[in-house]
């Protein structure tokens, strides 16, 4: 991409209204516009961020087994009144009625839809176990929306549902997710902890939420330290085996770790030596339930057991926060000069500068470069502006790709660019070749 000719409005002033780090960046770096309260715009290169987040959710999803699909946004109460949520719900709903006086209501998630969709399709266990997911932009009337895409009104959200015979299949399922959210927040250069929490307004037993560690997170979280040095990392996992995914989940939920409403001080007092009790605060990211039949039976979405007799299927929802990932991700990687993408989820991969656009040799230059990125299957973005060198810096360190290549005549001379690394901001001189080998 030619910067010239992509829509990339940075903002020089910070914003009055942004109060945390990630706020303020996608603000300056022109990636979000506030629509209304909570509800953002994603501009081009927000937008760029969000669908390879999408894409790596999608990935490690159907790697795990789960089966993509698409629910609509709005939604019938009906459904809802015959789970008993119509009511319960409260005022994070937002209520609508049709011009035929129907009561509808945009999804806050989608529990009641799922099921029904299941008892009208699934009759037998022979069918079982079943997983589907969709990525789908929610609503939820927030009470105080803040922070950006943190806390939204309408946010984008991967929820997944597993349907299965038996309790023993559903923390299979359970424990699948776990792992699966373990791979895709790593692919995304983070590192959420599972956390014990409560279960809220979704109802059941088992569940953790998974919490990027960050001053600026709103849960208050209690762990033992050693609990951050656990990494997934590359090891190989077959989903299908119910005994691998049960050591990983046993290996990074046995610690004590739990957010402000589980934590009991006592317990951490006894459980964690002192020098390792740590206290702070994260950014919930995720979050994975097991809630048996709390669907299945008010909705009857049961199946023909091996018996013949009807049971109600055993269900989880499993949730990740696309959207407030984008901001998660800059929360815990920035600097005072912008946002530090991890390769994983960067908008382009190398910023190209021209020091001295109309320079007939810097700009063959630049271009030669340009196209031996894109050979690469890599993606450049080419600042090809007339803007002076300071301002095409600031850019690039705002922006936060994680190389820069800096092209002008002084260096052609001697045969060489400088190749400067966004994260330690280290910088070399090399030829024009040798500095795209390096990006590679
Ligand atoms: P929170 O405690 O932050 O209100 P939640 O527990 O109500 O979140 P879940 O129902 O568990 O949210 O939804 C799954 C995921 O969706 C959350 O882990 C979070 O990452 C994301 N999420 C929830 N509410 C919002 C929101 N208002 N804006 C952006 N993302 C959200
Ligand atoms: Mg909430
Ligand atoms: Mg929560
Ligand atoms: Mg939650």
Known sequence: MRLSRYFLPVLKETPAEAQIASHRLMLRAGMIKQASAGNYSWLP???????????????????????????????????????????????????????????????????????????????????????????QWKFRDEIRP????????????????????????AMHAYNRHLVSYLRTYERMGLQAIPMRAESGPIGGDDTHEFLVLAETGESGVFYDSEITDLRFGDREIDYDDVAACQSVMEEFTSRYARTDDTHDEAVFHERVPEARRREGRGIEVGQIFYFG??????????????????????????????????????EASHDDKGIIWPEGVTPFHVGIVNLKQGDSEADAACEAIYKSVEALGLEPLYDDTDDRAGAKFATQDLIGLPWRITVGPRGLKNGVVELTSRRTGASEELPPEKAVEKIA
Not at 146 to 169: A, I, P
Not at 307 to 320: L, T
């Open 45 to 135: 290169m927000g937008f760029k961020v969000l669908r390879k987040l999408e894409n790596i959710v999608h990935e490690e999803q159907i790697r795990a087994g789960h089966i993509p699909m698409l629910m609509p946004t709005l939604q019938s109460a009906d459904l809802w009144r015959e789970s008993g949520r119509y009511d319960d719900y409260g005022e994070e709903m937002l209520r609508i009625t049709d011009r035929h006086g129907r009561d509808m209501l945009y999804g806050p998630t989608n529990e009641e839809l799922i099921t029904d969709i299941f008892r009208s399709h699934v009759g037998s266990y022979k069918e079982l176990p079943l997983t589907l997911y969709h990525i």
């Open 146 to 169: 803040r922070f950006g895409v943190m806390r939204g009104r309408e946010f984008l959200m991967k929820d997944g549902y597993n349907f299965d015979l038996t309790r023993e299949d």
């Open 293 to 330: 039949t709390k669907y299945s039976e008010p909705m009857g979405a049961t199946v023909q057991g091996p018996d013949g007799k009807p049971v109600p299927v055993h269900m989880g929802s499993h949730g990740i926060g696309v959207s407030r990932l984008v901001g998660a991700i800059i």
